[in-house]
């Protein structure tokens, strides 16, 4: 059974670095990409970026290049999204999902909410 | 990349059909042909419903069925049943890894 478990709930201040993580299992890690995607409570979906596990090779949406970090382990099959410096506008829920192709997403994590207080 | 425009609410009786579009641009929908849908009742992760345009991952009622027509995609519901109600949300590819959504669309199962 495929599964991604995330990490929990966070609560940091602005400035504050954060990293999260996305546990997969139930397929060979190496053979999809993993994409994060964001959530602010009560709005839409947003795509972050994604990670190629093989080579660790990303690709960021522009408006987030530069403020996060993606980052695989494949040792340990696991996902990252890191901060190094977060604000209050990244209070969200963050999802984690395997991509299959173009805008498809088959398995996701069960979210993690990040809240950051100024 | 701007975002996808879908409905911000549709509602519908139990047994009725709903429909939900999703409309970009011919930079998006149009030229790429690479539209998802995903259902996502509160509280919960998004479940992928529709992908390609018209494919459904196993698992997935035949009551949920997509279409496209130029830069606008679109959701049939039908047979509505009270577990329909969520909230509902369009993807495309948009060339180099990059993905947008819509907005999403509120269903209320009246």
């Known amino acids: 059974e495929v599964q991604l478990v995330q990490s929990g709930a966070q609560l940091r201040r602005a400035g504050e670095s954060l990293r999260i993580s996305c546990e997969i299992s139930g397929y060979n890690f190496a053979t999809h990409w993993i994409t994060w995607l964001r959530q602010v409570p009560g709005k839409g979906l947003e795509w972050m970026g994604r990670i190629d596990p093989r080579d660790s090779y990303t690709v960021y949406k522009p408006s987030f290049q530069g403020h996060i970090t993606i980052s695989a382990d494949t040792s340990i099959t696991t996902a990252y999204l890191q901060w190094s410096a977060l604000r209050a506008s990244d209070t969200a829920i963050y999802f984690c999902?395997?991509?299959?192709?173009?805008?498809?997403?088959?398995?996701w994590g069960q979210g993690t909410l990040v809240t950051v207080s100024t | 990349q701007s975002a996808l425009t879908q409905p911000a609410s549709v509602s519908g009786s139990p047994g009725q059909s709903i429909t939900i579009s999703c409309t970009g641009t011919t930079n998006d929908i149009e030229i790429f042909n690479l539209v998802s849908w995903y259902q996502q009742h509160p509280g919960r992760a998004p479940k992928l419903i529709i992908f390609d345009v018209t494919e459904r991952p196993s698992g997935v009622s035949t009551r949920f069925s997509g279409s496209r027509s130029g830069n606008t995609a679109s959701l049939t519901i039908s047979g509505l049943q009270a577990d329909d109600e969520a909230d509902y949300f369009c993807?495309?590819?948009?060339?180099?890894?990059?993905?947008?959504f819509g907005g999403g669309t509120k269903l209320t199962v009246l």
């Open positions: 993807s495309a590819y948009v060339g180099s890894s990059v993905i947008i």
């Open positions: 999902a395997r991509w299959v192709k173009g805008p498809t997403f088959d398995y």
